[in-house]
């Protein structure tokens, strides 16, 4: 379980003010399909929030301990029956860059589109 500073903290309190839950923890408590799920949503995420279902404050405090140190996560916010856990993602190795796309043709500078309507037949005026 790593530890944040508080500032690192309350920007991460910011970002997660909008998520919402992307795992609920049920009767069953933590258990290994819990902290899968929670994986998968790390590793996409980096920032989650876990919501729990039905348990007293220090059985949710437990909880928020035990998922941190079995998802190697940090406690960000526990408010009420919602966790919040951050992780880190890894830092990938350097890949090469992507060869730059061609680019299409363009008109030159100061040309005016064309923007007239055209009729497919000339138009002909009765007398």
Known sequence: MSTLSPARRRALRARA???RPVV???GNR???AVVA???VHLKAHELIKVKVAGEERDAREA??????RR???APVQHIG???VLYREHPVPAEEPAPAPKPRAARAPRGAKPDTRRRRATPSR???
């Open 17 to 19: 003010h909008h998520l």
């Open 24 to 26: 609920i923890v049920g």
């Open 30 to 32: 933590v258990t290994d």
């Open 37 to 39: 799920e929670v994986e």
């Open 63 to 68: 909880m928020l301990a035990e998922l941190c």
């Open 71 to 73: 998802t190697g996560s």
């Open 81 to 83: 029956k919602t966790l």
């Open 125 to 127: 005026r009765r007398r």
